[in-house]
Every structure is written in structure tokens, then in C-alpha cells.
């Protein structure tokens, strides 16, 4: 078995350490001393742009044994679907997981968009299909279709995509979302590879949609027996089950106690309402979504598993070296994992045996962190693709 390793691309800005919050790389973040993105010297602006660090992690993380990178999609970033054609330049082999929502794009133009990028890089796009959570975050969007129908639109986009894909100019489609009459791809971009789809979502709606559409069922990092019971659902909900893939932030360091270390300073410096069961700090990321207004199931479940934890860091290690507060110290999900090389290697090798066969993994910030986790974490690996 071969296993996939994605790294994430922070489309959002990037913060020196988990301590030290506040974008200086990237984003839309202002000309400050001590930027890197966009940077300072004596005359004003040096010109290192977002779009040029965005390079340095898709340089540095495909040097680190990493097959792709996964651009996230929020309302306060560059679009990921530009941000692909742009970076695509930087390699000849690295994948771009492109994160997006059906419901903005009319899937016609989507298959058109696909199979331009396909052909101008060899086929090295890879979807991330999120139907949102809901909210406000869903309403920036224009878009106030509830839970199940977003999966229930998203399964039609995808019918129609696959139908224009193949179709030779005679694809019909009369749907409850969409209407195409007679679709099918330019002759000079027909015949691309299809993407690989990783679908993300938690609820029942979104499981039954998975199991029609997914190459992956990407899930958050859960403790180990919630993920085998999610992915166990999944089968039995697949006319032909998926492969299962986890995002999961790393903090991993030589020992355990200097990983911790780096926990215990950014918890240190929180304020006291954002402490387990204050305000929270969470942001928005693809297999899931902000909690505040939503609907995401995926973002309960996480909360759920650490309900009742007391005001101390360690209170939210789960399990030997998953920890469930990761959201308090950056935008994103709550869980992840924390320990030394070999630990965190030892629990991604469980979660290989569990049937996970790729992982979106991540750390702040995302250069040096990448660069880390590729020498110290991915050789100790079982069966990775490099």
C-alpha cells in the first residue's frame, strides 16, 4: 500500500510559532517590521509578496518528501482556484488540492477550469469538495441553502462535472440545482485525467454523498476509535467505498517535553476567556468549518471529545499525544498531535494500519515546519509515496 502526503499551503497568513499569534507571512497582512510577507527594508516595501512565500512552502515542502499541498478556501483569502495556476510554475511533479464549495461555481465552467489546469500542468490537480458549514461564514458566500440540500447540491455538481467531463457534446441534464443541454469539453481539453476527489464532511448527509462521490473520505483528526467508527460508516454507505484520508496539524520535536513546551507557552498567553469552555478562537478550515452559527457536525464531534476537560493544557491530550486544543492556539481544528519524532510518527503508522491511506498535514509555521516534519517524521513512516 502506497500513501499519499499532502502538506497544507497557508493561504490565510502564517504566524512565526504557535506562541507568537498574529500574521507576519502572507494573507493579506500589512508592510510591518518583522513581516516576511510583505516585507520591510530601509526604502519601504521589499517586494516578497504573499504569492512569493506560498512558493517557498511548495518548494520547501515537495524537497521534504511531500507529493502535494492543499489550498484551503475561506472569505478572507486568495482564491485557491488563481492561487493553483500561479504556484503550479514552482514544480513539474507537485499536486494542488484545490478546496471549494459547488454551490459558486456552475459545474460547466467547473469541468472547463478543471480541464485547463489538467492540461497545462499534467494532471496534477486534486479536489477538495467541502459543502460549508453554515452561518455566517456561508451567508459571505451569497448562500443560504440549508445542510442537507448543500450535500444534496453538491452531489448533483458532481454528477454534472463527471457528465461534461465525458460527455462528447451530448450530455443532458435536467436536475434540481442544474439544467445542461447538450454539455461536453472542448475537443483540445477533452481526454484529462479526472481529479481525485477528497470529500470532506461529517453528518449523515454528507457521508451518503461521500459514498457516491469520494476518492478519499478526508476526515479531521479524531481520537483513533471515533475515526474508525466514522470511516466504518462510510463503507457501509459506499456503493464502492473510498480510501480514507486525515488532516492533522504536527508539533513534533526532538523530545516530548520540548513539544509540549511549545503548547504550554502559547496556552500561557491566552486570555483567560478564551481557556476551555470561554470564547473560542477557532477558524475556519476545509474539513470542517467556524463554529460560530454553524452547522457543522464535523465541529461538534471534535468539541464533544474534550467536553468537561478542566483549564489545563494537558486536560486535552485525549490519547497519548493527540491533543484537542490546537483551535485555541491558531485558526483551524481543534485536534492534532504532539510528542517527539518517533511518537508522532508511531501514531500516524496506527492511524496507516487503521486504513488511512493519506494525510493532510500541517504545522506553524508552515516553511519551517514542513522542512521539520519531512526530515524527522516522514522517513519513520510505513509505505509513504515519495
Do not use: C
Not at 439544467?179 to 461529517?202: C, R
Amino acid at each position: 500500500m502506497s500513501v499519499d502526503i499532502y502538506w497544507r499551503i497557508a493561504m490565510e497568513g502564517d504566524q512565526k510559532s504557535l506562541y507568537e499569534p498574529g500574521s507576519t507571512r502572507g494573507g493579506f497582512a500589512p508592510e510591518q517590521s518583522g513581516g516576511i510577507a510583505p516585507g520591510t527594508n530601509r526604502a519601504g516595501g521589499d517586494g516578497f509578496t504573499h504569492a512569493d512565500y506560498m512558493a517557498e512552502v511548495v518548494r520547501s515542502s515537495e524537497e521534504s518528501g511531500f507529493v502535494g499541498g492543499l489550498l484551503p478556501s475561506f472569505p478572507h483569502t486568495d482564491d485557491p482556484w488563481a492561487a493553483a495556476a500561479t504556484l503550479a510554475a514552482e514544480s513539474r511533479s507537485y499536486r494542488f488540492m484545490v478546496a471549494f464549495q459547488p454551490g459558486f461555481l456552475h459545474p460547466v465552467q467547473a469541468a472547463r477550469m478543471s480541464a485547463t489546469l489538467q492540461k497545462a500542468t499534467g494532471g496534477r490537480l486534486v479536489y477538495n469538495i467541502i459543502s460549508g458549514g453554515g452561518g455566517p461564514q456561508q451567508l459571505w458566500w451569497g448562500d443560504s441553502t440549508g445542510h442537507d440540500d448543500r450535500y444534496a447540491r453538491t452531489s448533483e455538481f458532481l454528477d454534472v462535472l463527471k457528465g461534461v467531463w465525458t460527455g462528447d457534446g451530448d450530455f443532458q441534464h435536467e436536475g434540481r440545482f442544474y439544467q445542461v443541454a447538450d454539455g461536453g469539453l472542448p475537443t483540445a481539453l477533452s481526454g484529462q485525467p479526472f481529479p481525485e476527489i477528497f470529500f470532506s464532511g461529517s453528518s449523515p448527509a454528507a457521508i451518503e454523498a461521500a459514498g457516491r462521490h469520494a476518492d478519499y473520505y478526508l476526515s479531521w483528526l479524531e481520537p483513533f476509535e471515533a475515526l474508525a467508527e466514522k470511516f466504518a460508516a462510510v463503507r457501509e454507505r459506499s456503493p464502492k467505498p473510498p480510501k480514507f484520508a486525515v488532516r492533522i496539524d504536527i508539533l513534533a520535536r526532538e523530545t516530548e517535553e520540548e513539544a509540549w513546551d511549545v503548547i504550554r507557552r502559547g496556552w500561557a498567553g491566552l486570555p483567560a476567556e478564551d481557556g476551555p469552555g470561554g470564547a473560542d478562537a477557532a477558524g475556519k478550515d476545509t474539513a470542517g468549518s467556524d463554529p460560530a452559527g454553524s452547522d457543522s457536525v464535523g465541529w461538534r464531534r471534535s468539541q464533544d471529545f474534550t467536553a468537561g476537560a478542566d483549564g489545563s493544557f494537558r486536560a486535552l491530550e485525549v490519547a497519548p499525544n493527540v491533543w484537542g486544543g490546537f483551535h485555541r492556539l491558531r485558526p483551524g481544528p481543534a485536534f492534532g498531535l504532539v510528542g517527539d519524532y518517533q511518537q508522532v510518527a508511531n501514531r500516524l503508522n496506527e492511524l496507516i494500519a487503521l486504513g488511512v491511506d493519506a494525510f493532510i498535514l500541517a504545522g506553524v509555521p508552515h516553511l519551517e515546519e514542513a522542512r521539520r516534519v519531512g526530515r524527522h517524521v516522514l522517513p519513520l513512516l510505513k509505505g509513504i509515496s515519495q
